[in-house]
């Protein structure tokens, strides 16, 4: 089963309520559409009526039915203010400011997340990377017992002999630049929890990359690996997770047998753990553009989950990225 039916399958177990911030983009208007037809998610569109009804006219989409909310006239506006104010004062926002906030799509939408009006978020299809994630930073935060938000590319390689099936989870390949060593273990962490729901691999073997296996070469970055690995066996001792390790390592059972005797990782590994976004970001691309798989992103460690869109996104990217979210989001439950 692909990525997309397992969390297709998924969805329908438990409609989620989906906000879609960017409601007038004409894609995500036609992947709300989709997604309302099929009754897999509750998707809400927002911004003018007027202009969503107009993008919808434009691209032949059946918007009727779907929720459309425009942030500069809500009623729930001024809730959303004061709860926005109220998260942020400490950081120097004012009531005013908080005010104007919630008439930008993304922090209306940020809010209804917070306040459990919409279960989950998609956006980036027109914001970048960075202003999708901030508001969700802000206001959202990390869940519960986790201490970073992060990504995963989930890789589908056309060497069915790798990993899952051919199924990869790599990470961190999206958000943070330069982790320490305790951030790397809580991505590794999230990774996991990734390869686990929205991919349905059972039992994530998690390998730490590095440039050395098992104490091969010393140095300050290795180092730094070995001292993730060894606060990630902390953090969640019950995770076959091992390292330091070299790629090869990590993915070519015979290499790993010899390189990493008795790892319950070594040759196997369905998540990879790349030192630092460098690393990761070239990592999934070179997989992606030279290996020929699809590559997948979504972000993790939220406490509720949000999810940020390529801005050279399809409609059918969209779909999928959504469905991803309301998946994450019954996890959550
Ligand atoms: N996890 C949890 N919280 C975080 C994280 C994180 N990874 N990063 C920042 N925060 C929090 C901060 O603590 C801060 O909280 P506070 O305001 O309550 O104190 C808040 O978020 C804002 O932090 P800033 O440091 O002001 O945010 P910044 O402007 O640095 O933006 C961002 C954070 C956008 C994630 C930044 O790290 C970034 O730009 N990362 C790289 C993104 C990127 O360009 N990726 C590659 C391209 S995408 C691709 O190729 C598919």
Do not use: W
């Not at 279960?119 to 201490?147: C, E, F, W, Y």
């Not at 369905?270 to 997989?287: C, E, R, S, W």
């Amino acid at each position: 089963m692909s990525i997309f039916e397992h969390v297709k399958a998924k969805a329908r177990e438990c409609v989620k309520r989906i906000v879609l911030p960017e409601g007038d983009e004409p894609r995500t208007v036609q992947a709300a559409a989709k997604l309302a037809q099929e009754k897999l998610v509750i998707p809400i569109l927002l911004g003018g009526p007027e202009r969503i009804q107009s993008v919808a006219k434009e691209v032949g989409a059946d918007i009727s039915g779907i929720e459309c909310i425009d942030p500069k006239a809500s009623p729930k506006a001024s809730a959303y203010a004061e709860a926005l104010y109220e998260l942020r004062k400490a950081k120097g926002v004012t009531l005013e400011a908080a005010t104007q906030l919630v008439q930008d799509p993304m922090y209306y939408g940020v809010m209804m997340v917070k306040l459990g009006d919409a279960d989950g978020l998609v956006s980036g299809a027109v914001h970048s990377t960075g202003d999708m994630l901030r508001p969700a930073l802000q206001l959202i935060k990390t869940k519960p017992g986790n201490k970073v938000v992060s990504s995963s590319f989930l890789m589908d390689c056309p060497n069915k002999n790798l990993g899952h099936n051919g199924l990869l989870v790599y990470s961190d390949c999206v958000v943070v630049p330069c982790p320490t060593a305790e951030e790397l273990a809580y991505i590794a962490i999230s990774a996991a929890e990734t390869a686990r729901v929205l991919c349905g691999i059972e039992e994530p073997k998690v390998a730490m990359l590095s440039f050395s296996t098992k104490g091969s070469a010393k140095h300050e970055l290795v180092s730094k690996v070995q001292e993730a690995t060894r606060l990630a066996h902390e953090l969640a001792p019950e995770l076959a997770l091992d390292g330091e390790m070299q790629l090869d390592a990590a993915l070519v059972p015979e290499v790993g047998a010899s390189k990493a005797p008795g790892s319950p990782v070594a040759g196997h590994a369905n998540v990879l753990v790349f030192p630092d976004l460098q690393a990761g970001n070239i990592g999934y691309k070179m997989t992606q553009r030279i290996g020929g798989a699809t590559a997948f992103a979504v972000l993790q460690g939220l406490a509720k989950p949000c999810n940020d869109l390529s801005r050279g996104c399809s409609v059918d990217d969209i779909v999928a990225t959504v469905l991803c979210t309301a998946v994450q989001a019954q996890a959550r439950d």
